[in-house]
């Protein structure tokens, strides 16, 4: 899947920071954002971008 963040790496391995679950994901941009609720790890919000 393409956006524009990029093209999506993999998975982190890392617990997000606002859920607790294992679904952090990795984009070619380097942002990292938790597949289950959108929450960017780096910037700490939400991150809806991939859904615009």
Sequence with gaps: MATEKGK?????DEECKNCGRLRVEL???????????????DRGEYDFAMYK
């Design 8 to 12: 999506l790496i993999g998975y982190t």
């Design 27 to 41: 984009w070619e941009n380097g942002d990292k954002v938790c597949e289950k609720c959108n929450w960017n790890q």
